[in-house]
């Protein structure tokens, strides 16, 4: 179980039976030939596709109308010859060919539709796609009966479960279910408490079927997103994959922040992108071999395996062009593995992650699972290079020298009194607009050094900061998001608010935006107290939403403040990445530092090509030990260094993508 690979292809298979000739092109040396062409340890193979289709011959379902021979045991046997792992693929949440014949096993919205806009989902039967089946119905028999059949009969290093989570259903079996216990389809909760239910029965099923067999097989179950603060549901698998394709609806801010929640669950995790121009299931699409570079090397450095989507072509060849392309990452993957292996991330600082907490954020579609304001502090930490770890609740705090309460982080019960116990050990938070306050919204739940007044009813309003900003000095700065009116109590004031003269309206406008301020005092923006600094304003959505220098440049200044001793410092452009790992029975510190800028092509789509190498990075990490040695990996190129009341400084000649710098002790 410990030899996770680091070099993994998941290779989708979704053939319709329209098509003939069904992987017969299919060869072993150009399977195998490929697999080394693209560096590959691992390679996720089809046991049945969201068609509804087999690979292989089959009792507990229908091979493929146009496939002739036994293609997942021809794959298993080709990749186990040169040495590579073959997890087994199930569309389990999709069957498309049980779904014309089954329809009264599909999940149903209340509207008895089969997907809701703007589901990835067919909206009916009208339109091409698939539906989504509901485990409340005999299909997870049928399905769990597949799953005892592919592990029997195959080596399979593991099953990959597609398409499956928690889901509502409103479906005839589901509001049964519900009438049963006393509750109807009308109990929202009662239809959420089922929901989980069903699929707790439903990972236990595949967990009994699959160990009853195979004892300790690799399971996992896909759902596009690890949920932040469900570590019962992450339990459920033996490890993680974090499906998040950049230009495939995700974004580059999902990963990071997926990653730096998932490493403390002490599972291991992948990084799953692809190969593609836009997102699963685009023949002919290609990325730049720079974009992949830079994605697996952003994988690693945050503690997880790589993983790249490709999908077969029906006849069963694969594509030389996507293999020389994953190569090109994966080659140098190898090469960094080393450095990688049991590396724990350091952090200074924590972000409460809101999904944990279950507070609904901004965000329609894949981009609600990073949400506004998270993803907002997650771009300002990566842009400040603030070691960060997301976290839930369930975390120590004490790990930490700060936790940030972004945007929305209303305090009562247990999180207040975790919270009480991290100041009294001397911890401070960084709260900004509702975060601090009590359940109610109308009073501080933490001694911020000011009294909450009112909401403010100018919007949006200036922040004016009684310190200069590191790039634009000193002035009255808009601030678009909601504002809080306080008063001070006790605090220091950073920094003041200034209304402007009215809102804009019908008939007080002035200009082409919003009013100018009115350049009164309007009470503190930004106040110190004891428990740490808190902002009067939603910043992180705010910058998620404009992305607006002086938000950035406010909030470093306040981490600043709180973290006179940062852990990490360094000159590396806003658009590069560091991280710090430790790799403790190896007795050294691997810093990563990473660079490249993701631009807007097409609409939507952020797109890597260009990767200018940046030179003379200078770096400072403070560390306990005395270190011995600092050289680049993996070429083990020293470079000078100098360790002043542990604080080590030295100067990285030339980053090109990643760079890897190794700190023994
Ligand atoms: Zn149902």
């Known amino acids: 179980m410990n030899d996770f690979a680091f070099r993994q292809v998941h290779l989708d298979f979704h053939t319709s039976e329209e098509i003939a000739g069904i992987g017969s092109k299919f060869s072993k040396q150009q399977f195998q030939d490929m697999l080394k062409l693209g560096y590959v340890n691992s390679v996720t193979v089809f046991s049945k596709c969201h068609h509804g289709w087999a690979y292989h011959p089959t009792k507990a379902n229908e091979m493929h109308p146009g496939l002739k021979f036994d293609l997942l045991g021809a794959m298993i046997e080709a990749a186990h010859e040169i040495g590579v792992k073959t997890p087994v693929y199930i569309s389990a949440g999709l069957d498309e060919k049980m779904a014309r014949r089954h329809p009264e096993w599909l999940r149903r919205f209340k509207d008895e539709k089969t997907a809701n806009f703007p589901s990835p989902w067919a909206q009916d039967f009208m339109h091409p796609g698939f539906h989504e089946f509901c485990f409340n119905s005999p299909y997870l028999d049928y399905l769990i009966k597949q799953i005892e059949e592919v592990t029997a009969n195959y080596d399979a290093d593991g099953i990959f479960l597609d398409i499956v989570g928690v889901r509502p259903c409103y479906c005839q079996n589901c509001i049964a279910a519900l009438r049963k216990d006393g509750n109807g389809p009308r109990d929202e909760k009662a239809v959420m408490a089922l929901a989980e239910k069903v699929y707790a029965n439903y990972t236990a099923r595949v967990e009994k079927a699959v160990n009853s067999i195979k004892p300790g097989m690799r399971i996992f179950h896909n759902g596009g997103h690890i949920r932040r603060g469900r570590r019962d549901l992450a339990s459920m698998n033996t490890h993680l994959e974090l499906e998040s394709l950049p230009t495939g609806g995700w974004g580059y801010d999902h990963f990071p922040l997926s990653a730096r929640y998932v490493q403390n669950l002490g599972m291991y995790y992948l990084g799953m992108t692809g190969r593609f121009h836009t997102s699963w299931g685009e023949f002919g699409g290609y990325k730049h071999p720079n974009a992949l570079r830079y994605e697996t090397a952003l994988s690693i450095a945050n503690g997880a395996r790589c993983s790249i989507g490709d999908q077969l072509h029906p006849e069963g060849f694969m594509d030389e062009a996507t293999y020389s392309l994953i190569g090109t990452a994966y080659k140098e993957v190898a090469e960094k593995e080393a450095w990688c292996t049991g590396a724990v991330n350091i952090a200074d600082v924590a972000l409460l992650s809101l999904e944990a907490l279950n507070i609904k954020d901004e965000g329609e579609g894949l981009a609600k699972y990073s949400g506004v304001s998270e993803a907002g502090a997650v771009r300002m930490l990566l842009e400040g290079k603030v070691l960060f770890d997301v976290i839930d609740t369930l975390e120590d705090f004490n790990k930490y020298k700060l936790v940030i309460l972004p945007d929305r982080v209303r305090i009562d019960g247990d999180l207040k009194e975790k919270l009480d116990g991290y100041f009294q050990s001397g911890g401070k938070v960084l709260a900004t607009g509702e975060s601090g306050l009590n359940r109610e919204g ?224």
């Open 442 to 665: 109308n009073c501080f739940a933490l001694d911020i050094g000011a009294e909450w007044l009112d909401v403010n009813p100018f919007k949006p309003d200036y922040f004016k900061p009684h310190f200069e900003l590191k790039s634009l000095r000193n002035s009255s700065f808009i601030f678009y998001s909601q504002g809080q009116k306080i008063k001070l109590a006790g605090g220091i004031e950073l920094g003041h608010r200034e209304d402007p003269y009215f809102n804009r309206d019908i008939f007080t406008f002035c200009s082409h935006q919003h009013t100018p301020s009115s350049l009164n005092n309007a009470g503190p923006g930004m106040v110190e107290g004891r428990a740490g600094i808190y902002f009067a304003w939603n910043i992180f959505e705010d910058y998620a939403t404009k992305g607006s220098l002086v938000l950035k440049e406010s909030i470093l200044f306040a981490l600043n403040r709180l973290l006179p001793e940062k852990r990490l410092e360094t000159d590396l452009p806003a658009q590069g990445i560091t991280t710090l790992t430790e790799q403790k029975s190896l007795n050294r510190y691997v810093n990563h530092l990473l660079y490249a800028s993701p631009v807007k092509r097409g609409t939507g789509i952020e797109v890597i090509e260009d990767i200018l190498p940046i030179y003379d990075v200078n770096v400072s990490v403070r560390v306990p030990h005395k270190v011995k040695k600092v050289y680049m990996a993996p070429r083990k190129q020293e470079i000078r260094f100098n360790q002043e009341n542990g604080k080590v400084s030295y100067t990285v000649p030339k980053l090109e993508c990643h760079q890897m710098i190794v700190l023994d002790y």
